[in-house]
């Protein structure tokens, strides 16, 4: 089987969670299948702008949507028996293309659904809500959310062609925390997208300026080592799923966050008490002090998860499911080639 990967022409040293999501399916389905990729740029002139002031439409969605990108993944489809699409972004292009090859679009981001920020713009939200529409009803096309919670609303508004399926988690930790680390608390993310870098600043802003104890990407700190550190999501606006909250949990990691994202995990992996969510920055001294005094049942939480996490979120599971939702938009079976050795 023939399968074409085509992603967004990443910028040198962005590591947010698309781009290593990209990375690891990339790897997987080589030692699977027969695999092409295609990259694709952004348009970012003053005509994408307009375009999206335009048609009311969703900006990620109109930097890309160029003919010459259209024209790309036309070639591109022809050469291949299925392709997968790796990011909302790119559907405009895609669906522009007016190709007919069976294709398994991710979406990151339910712009139509999401909450807080995005969804008060309405007119943005109905853009990409149109959008997303063109593909769910395109032919031979199966859609795979990441988020749990942006996949239970599509299915509670009638769409059978859509299959939740969270990212792979990077590794488990196999050893039990025996012990708490607060001297640097992890700040998670990347501030690459302008939503991201606005909550990093203003948690920076409004956290103490003296604070040593914070260090934004330093998730080369964890370690294997029986310790049960503490990580914050600066994030407020909830939308997707996010990769590294999972990362972290299966790395004995308690999260603080400023939102709820157990809905967008399985059921049996969702966390309750390794997650705990604030309104203001102000409350995490007295968060941290609460994860002292839970300790043992945090350890407990974070030892059943990452046994769920292993069996329902590992980058197997998401390859398996990723190729099924391809065999299932091309209304067939396929064999697949035995794995090969790194």
Request: proline share 4%; aromatic share 6%.
């Amino acid at each position: 089987m023939r399968i074409g990967l085509i992603t967004r022409c990443y910028e040198q040293g962005y590591q947010g969670g698309d781009r290593i999501l990209d990375d690891r399916m990339k790897k997987f389905l080589s030692a699977r299948v027969e695999l092409q990729t295609l990259e694709l740029d952004r348009d970012l002139s003053s005509a994408a702008i307009g375009r999206t002031l335009l048609r009311r439409s969703h900006p990620a969605l109109e930097t890309y949507s160029q003919v010459v990108n259209a024209n790309r993944i036309a070639t591109f489809a022809q050469s291949v028996d299925a392709l997968v699409i790796s990011h909302e972004a790119l559907m405009q292009p895609f669906l522009q293309a007016s190709i007919t090859t069976p294709a398994c679009v991710l979406m990151h981001n339910l712009v139509s659904k999401s909450d807080g920020d995005l969804g008060k713009r309405g007119w943005f939200r109905a853009g990409a809500g149109r959008v997303e529409c063109q593909v769910l009803t395109r032919p031979r096309t199966t859609v795979m959310v990441l988020s749990h919670r942006e996949h239970d609303a599509l299915v509670n508004d009638g769409w059978d062609n859509v299959v939740a399926c969270p990212p792979g988690i990077r590794s488990v930790y196999e050893t039990r925390p025996e012990r708490l680390h607060l001297d640097r608390i992890i700040l998670n993310g990347t501030t690459a997208w302008g939503l991201k870098q606005r909550d990093f600043d203003r948690f920076l802003a409004e956290s103490r300026p003296s604070e040593p104890r914070f260090a934004f990407g330093s998730e080369d700190d964890l370690r294997d080592d029986a310790t049960l550190r503490v990580a914050v999501i600066t994030d407020r606006f909830r939308s997707g799923f996010k990769l590294k909250s999972a990362d972290l949990i299966s790395q004995n990691t308690a999260l603080i966050s400023f939102i709820d994202l157990s809905a967008d995990f399985p059921p049996d992996c969702a966390p309750r008490s390794c997650l705990r969510i604030i309104r203001e920055t102000s409350e995490i001294e007295n968060t941290i002090v609460a994860i002292r005094q839970n300790f043992g049942a945090i350890v407990e939480e974070i030892t059943v998860l990452k046994q769920e996490m292993q069996k329902r979120m590992s980058w197997e599971v998401f390859g398996d499911t990723l190729l099924g939702a391809l065999a299932s938009a091309a209304g067939q079976s396929w064999g697949l080639m035995p794995e090969r050795a790194e």
